[in-house]
């Protein structure tokens, strides 16, 4: 899963931007601490603009460093506040500030008036246990270690050893050239430098298809297959197809017909994967496949309550494969 995935890379490294004010946009403090919105908030009150005051922080805002985004900085923002134009948004956006920090203020002082809360578990939300003794947990911690067993089993016997795909192996693939509508497709041989075997699990496939965007497993839990191969002397994505090239969302399926990747980590400039043409002869191992990637599912329940799990659709989605295969 992406979570699991990205938790994994040393900090340097990991999908996370710094963060930064929502209202003055300093990457020193947070909205709930800024210095500046009470104050510009108490000009607005008097009917006053905030930056005609001398000292008012739009006047003298932090400089935009070299890399930086143009946009969310505070010299940008700034230079937008200052203008006439942009005074009705910044009147919004510091009635916005000033009730976050109100918010925070009053959760502060609740905190140091009222008694210790009683404890409960941050998974299923008991009384009776923490979130290491949950019993709930546990029980899905080994339905998700089952059902990835069995789903990382037909990826095996499949990819492996039906197809023969892995690090070194000769395939052919396709690339469509020319405009959409009267292109063609030409078709090359390639190497396969890499597949993310350590990354791929059942949220591989997350019925895309079949599911509406506001119903579809959140991308934070899915698990994109990514192929890297060399063509003609240049390292490009992959994508596995079925039958149905036309639909960016029909799924790749097992050697019985069955639904097996429907997530890619390649953009719509890679090739799409026709055949093997020589196989690899580095297979995975046993342990590849009756592992289920335990480490990743207790990364992902000790993270997310069942709450979450169930809103974002994990749940869902698990029930769907243990009926499909009947693994209940």
Not at 89 to 97: D, N, R
Not at 263 to 273: E, I, S
């Amino acid at each position: 899963m992406r979570a699991f995935n990205n938790s994994q890379k040393p900090t340097s490294q990991r999908s996370r931007s710094k963060s930064s004010c929502s209202y003055c946009r300093s990457d020193e403090h947070q909205v709930i601490e800024c210095p500046h919105a009470k104050a510009d908030w108490a000009l607005f009150q008097a009917f006053t603009i905030p930056c005609s005051v001398a000292d008012n922080w739009t006047n003298k805002p932090a400089s935009r460093v070299a890399g930086q985004s143009h946009w969310g900085n505070q010299y940008t923002t700034a230079c937008w506040y200052k203008d006439p134009t942009g005074w009705s948004k910044w009147y919004a956006e510091c009635e916005k500030a000033v009730a976050k920090i109100e918010r925070a203020e009053k959760r502060k002082a609740n905190a140091k008036n009222n008694t210790k809360r009683a404890s409960k578990c941050g998974f299923c939300g008991s009384a009776h246990h923490n979130r290491r003794a949950c019993p709930s947990m546990d029980a899905l911690n080994k339905r998700l270690i089952k059902a990835n067993a069995h789903w990382r089993q037909r990826f095996y016997d499949r990819i492996v050893l039906d197809m023969g795909l892995g690090n070194g192996a000769l395939v052919k693939v396709s690339e469509r050239v020319g405009a959409w509508n009267s292109g063609d497709t030409q078709e090359h041989v390639g190497i396969v430098t890499s597949i993310n075997f350590g990354e791929v699990n059942m949220f591989s496939y997350v019925e895309n298809g079949k599911r509406s965007w506001q119903h579809r497993v959140d991308q934070k839990f899915q698990a994109p297959m990514s192929i890297q191969a060399i063509v003609n002397g240049k390292e490009m994505g992959v994508t596995l197809h079925s039958s149905n090239h036309g639909n960016s969302y029909a799924p790749f399926n097992d050697e019985h017909g069955r639904p097996l990747i429907d997530v890619f980590a390649n953009n719509y400039r890679a090739f799409d994967f026709v055949k093997v043409i020589s196989p690899t002869e580095q297979p995975l191992s046993n342990d590849w496949v009756s592992g289920g990637q335990q480490e990743c599912v207790q990364f992902i329940t000790k993270k997310y309550s069942l709450e979450v799990l169930e809103n974002k659709k994990v749940i869902e989605l698990l029930e769907n494969y243990e009926k499909r295969y009947n693994l209940s």
